[in-house]
C-alpha cells in the first residue's frame, strides 16, 4: 500500500489503497472473517498520556492470517489536528489500519506510533479511551423474541443525550 504524501493535497491528504494491484485479495464475506481480537497489554504496559495527535505508520505489515498479508510495508504519517482520507477498493485494508491504529491488533512487522510512541508500549484501554471510530456497519437495533428493540449502546447513549 502506498501513502499519497501530505505536500501534495495539504488541507485534505488521501492515502491511497493499492486498488488494482494484481492478486489483491477479495474482501471476505463478515462470515468467512476469521481473525478475532486477542492483543494483550504488554508486562509494563503504561497508561497512554493525553494524545496531540501525530500519527505514524512506520513500514507496516500485517494480515490477518500469516501467509495472507493486507498491508505491506506501509508507511503513512499524520499531524496532529490533519484530517485524512483513505480511499480505496472493497478489501483493501482501508478498516484494517483503522484497526491498527487503535491497536485492536498488532502489526507483524513495523511499527504503529501515537505522538511517537509505539501503541504496544500503552495500555489498551488508555488508547481506546481517547479514539473515537463510528464503525461503518453501525448496529442500532435487535430482533429478541421476535420483536425488534435498541441495542444496549443505543440505549446508553440516548440516555447521554
Ligand atoms: N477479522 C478478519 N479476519 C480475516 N480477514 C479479515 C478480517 N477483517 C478483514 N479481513 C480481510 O482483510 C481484507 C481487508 O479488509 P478491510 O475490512 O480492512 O477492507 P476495507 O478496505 O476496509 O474494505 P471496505 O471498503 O469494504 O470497508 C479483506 O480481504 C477482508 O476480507
Ligand atoms: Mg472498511
Known amino acids: 500500500m502506498d501513502s499519497g504524501s501530505p505536500s501534495e493535497c495539504p488541507r485534505f491528504p488521501v492515502a491511497t489503497a493499492p486498488a488494482e494491484r494484481p492478486g489483491f485479495p477479495r474482501r471476505r464475506p463478515r ?38 498479508p493486507i498491508i505491506e510495508n506501509f508507511t503513512l504519517n499524520i499531524a496532529p489536528q490533519e484530517a485524512v482520507a483513505l480511499v ?13 491504529i487503535a491497536r485492536f491488533y498488532d502489526p507483524a512487522g513495523g511499527a504503529v506510533k501515537i505522538d511517537g510512541r509505539d501503541v504496544r508500549e500503552y495500555k489498551q484501554r488508555s488508547i481506546r479511551d481517547q479514539i473515537s471510530i463510528v464503525p461503518q456497519e453501525s448496529v442500532l437495533f435487535q430482533r429478541r423474541s421476535g420483536r425488534i428493540s435498541p441495542t444496549a449502546s443505543l440505549r446508553r447513549a440516548a440516555q447521554k443525550s
Not at 480505496?88 to 491498527?100: D, E, F, N, Q
Request: overall charge positive.
Open 31 to 68: 462470515s468467512q472473517r476469521i481473525a478475532k481480537p486477542d492483543v494483550k497489554d504488554k508486562r509494563g504496559a503504561k497508561a497512554a498520556p493525553r494524545f496531540k495527535g501525530r500519527i505514524d505508520l512506520e513500514n507496516v505489515t500485517f494480515g490477518y492470517e500469516p501467509d495472507r
Open 88 to 100: 480505496g477498493p472493497t478489501g483493501s485494508g482501508k478498516s484494517t489500519i483503522i484497526s491498527l
